[in-house]
């Protein structure tokens, strides 16, 4: 369908059928983001406040929350005070749902997470945050000069029926392609579909995207016959060869996104390079994943918009950083990092150091580069590590890496190699670059929510 008639008839309507009001909030979103960052923090203590507000008179587990601190909405007068609250972990989510919703609330929209952590959750919005996060969508579109009617394709890991899937692509433009056989035989019928739609923009997470870009410049020729404007990539770490990768097979620009399913879009790439969190639907935190600590901060998200299950100071189990400065773009949004991994996907050294993993990675993606196809570090013990790569063995390359790593980490730890085939993605359909089997004390694998401050 033509992408106007889509834009202004068909998508308002299923809008105003389905009961989303998401113009306002988009027309709001586009003046604030030219704000300066002391308007947007205004902005955001102004949000927060009424929150707080309304989660001490109409959730149950705020108010419990707030008389055992012995506290009230009203002593809480900047947004720096939000840290006297203790942070929301997925458990206590899952094991006090019914508690978190709003008394009197109806017509809740649920989300559920992937379980990409270990802990699958479901949560619900109400409809006015809903039409914040379609708007925030939207304008990310806008930044890349692609907007609502644009032919989009995802790769997606789940199928969706039959009859909705073809409403989607011939009302909407907007293909679901299942993408979960990555063999050649599954990549070329992925493939022959996406040339058939033509997308404007392409989204996936960067494992398949990379494998779908692979597959293409490995083929006759080398060059894809699909030419989106954008390359969306969502739901895993974007790590510099698999970018590199899909911008050399597909061309136009490849953005990095971050959100999650709790918080639908947390922060995205401008044209200018620069990670803007979408700092009017959501107040970040950089908190220290273990006290004393500040190199390694997991992000904490309060959503500012969600009256019907607030999500105050919540643990969502990512790594990254604040970035300073502004950017060249002329947005007033703050700037993030997404610094590597889960808050797992830390290295524990025998000595009771706790070190990024992102530096082992580096390390391996700088010296494997047109080398190696796939990777995954893996930490076996305190003192092991294995590198798990897809290809022959490479003695040279292998002597490379060692060095790296021992720099990094020190003397003492084992490295070691192994070669395979493939290695098997996660059942999210993701392929994480760093596998810790190390549990600690303040830090157990793949249980973001035992993380030290989070209120259980």
Same mark, same amino acid.
């Given at each position: 369908m033509h992408p106007l008639l889509v834009r202004h008839v068909v998508k308002p309507l299923l809008n105003r059928q389905k009961g989303r009001q998401a113009a306002e909030p988009l027309r709001a979103l586009e003046r604030s983001q030219w704000f300066s960052p002391e308007r947007l923090a205004e902005l955001q203590w102004a949000k927060v406040s009424a929150l707080l507000r309304?989660?001490?008179?109409?959730?149950?587990?705020y108010r419990g929350l707030f008389r055992e601190l012995g506290a009230r909405p009203e002593d809480f007068r900047s947004l720096a005070d939000l840290r006297q609250l203790p942070l929301l972990s997925k458990q206590r989510v899952r094991d006090r749902a019914q508690e978190l919703i709003a008394e009197g609330t109806t017509g809740l929209l649920p989300r559920v997470t992937s379980g990409s952590t270990g802990i699958p959750l479901r949560s619900y919005i109400d409809r006015r945050c809903q039409d914040w996060w379609l708007a925030?969508?939207? +304008?990310? *579109?806008?930044?890349?000069?692609?907007?609502?009617?644009? $032919?989009? !394709?995802? &790769?997606?890991?789940?199928?969706?029926?039959?009859?909705?899937?073809?409403?989607?692509?011939?009302?909407?433009?907007?293909?679901?392609?299942?993408?979960?056989?990555?063999?050649?035989?599954?990549?070329?019928?992925?493939?022959?579909?996406?040339? +058939?739609? *033509?997308?404007?923009?392409?989204?996936?997470?960067?494992? $398949?995207? !990379?494998? &779908?870009?692979?597959?293409?410049?490995?083929?006759?020729?080398?060059?894809s016959l699909l030419q989106p404007k954008v390359a969306w990539c969502t739901a895993e770490v974007l790590y510099p060869d698999q970018q590199e990768t899909i911008l050399t097979a597909f061309g136009g620009a490849v953005v990095n996104e971050y959100g999650s399913a709790e918080n639908e879009l947390l922060a995205v790439e401008c044209p200018a390079g620069r990670m803007h969190i979408m700092a009017e639907n959501h107040y970040l935190e950089f908190h220290p994943l273990v006290a004393g600590n500040d190199s390694i901060t997991q992000i904490v998200v309060t959503d500012l918009n969600n009256y019907g299950?607030?999500?105050?100071?919540?643990?969502?189990?990512?790594?990254?950083?604040?970035?300073?400065?502004?950017?060249?773009?002329?947005?007033?949004?703050?700037?993030m990092e997404v610094t590597g991994g889960r808050t797992g996907?830390?290295?524990?050294?025998?000595?009771?150091?706790?070190?990024?993993?992102?530096?082992l990675c580096h390390a391996v993606e700088r010296l494997g580069l047109g080398r190696l196809k796939q990777y995954q570090v893996v930490q076996e013990t305190p003192g092991s590590f294995t590198v798990v790569m897809v290809g022959e063995p490479d003695p040279e390359l292998e002597a490379?890496?060692?060095?790296?790593?021992?720099?990094?980490?020190?003397?003492?730890?084992?490295?070691?190699?192994?070669?395979?085939?493939?290695?098997?993605?996660?059942?999210?359909?993701?392929?994480?670059?760093?596998?810790?089997?190390?549990?600690h004390p303040l830090i157990r694998h793949r249980a973001p929510e035992q993380a030290p401050g989070v209120y259980h």
């Open positions: 309304h989660a001490y008179a109409h959730v149950p587990f925030a969508e939207r +304008r990310r *579109r806008r930044w890349w000069g692609v907007d609502i009617g644009a $032919r989009e !394709a995802t &790769l997606s890991a789940r199928p969706m029926h039959w009859k909705r899937a073809l409403a989607r692509r011939h009302l909407l433009n907007e293909a679901m392609v299942p993408c979960t056989d990555l063999s050649p035989d599954g990549l070329t019928r992925v493939y022959r579909t996406l040339v +058939r739609f *033509r997308p404007d923009s392409l989204r996936g997470t960067p494992t $398949r995207l !990379a494998h &779908l870009a692979r597959f293409v410049l490995e083929g006759p020729g080398g060059r299950m607030p999500f105050i100071r919540y643990a969502i189990g990512d790594l990254g950083k604040a970035v300073a400065g502004s950017c060249p773009c002329g947005r007033g949004l703050p700037l996907d830390v290295v524990v050294l025998s000595d009771g150091r706790i070190l990024a993993s992102a530096p490379g890496i060692r060095a790296r790593f021992l720099r990094y980490l020190g003397s003492g730890p084992s490295v070691e190699f192994q070669s395979v085939a493939e290695i098997p993605m996660e059942a999210s359909g993701k392929l994480r670059r760093f596998v810790s089997r190390v549990s």
